[in-house]
């Protein structure tokens, strides 16, 4: 079974840095792009960065030249490189990929993880 982990959430000042990272495990054939999305109280789920298999990338107007968003093919894993954080930025960081897992016959379908709580606050 395919599975997406992440890890590297925690409590700064505003001001601060952090970095997240999601790492896919299990019968993986291919991964498409992996993404970053966040969670608010109240607030709908929102993309916050995105990267394809090709290394491009894309990030939400909220977060662009604060955040940079990375990945290692080899090792299946994304990263999220959040610097200058804001109070605004807390929330709940779920790691996301569009992927092939074996025995699929080459269908695309996209995984989840649990998320990872980010607390900006003084």
């Known amino acids: 079974q395919v599975q997406l982990g992440e890890s590297g959430g925690g409590l700064v000042q505003p001001g601060g840095s952090l970095g997240l990272s999601c790492a896919a495990s299990?019968?993986?054939?291919?991964?498409?792009?992996m993404s970053w999305y966040r969670q608010a109280p109240g607030m709908q789920r929102e993309l916050v960065a995105s990267?394809?298999?090709?290394?491009?990338?894309d990030y939400a107007d909220s977060v662009q030249g604060r955040f940079t968003v990375s990945r290692d093919n080899a090792k299946n894993t994304m990263y999220l490189q959040m610097n200058s954080l804001k109070p605004e930025d807390t929330a709940v960081y779920y790691c996301n990929a569009v992927l092939v897992a074996q025995g699929s016959l080459w269908y695309r379908r996209d995984f989840w993880g649990q998320g990872t709580q980010v607390t900006v606050s003084s």
């Open positions: 990267i394809t298999d090709g290394g491009t990338t």
């Open positions: 299990g019968s993986i054939v291919r991964i498409y792009t």
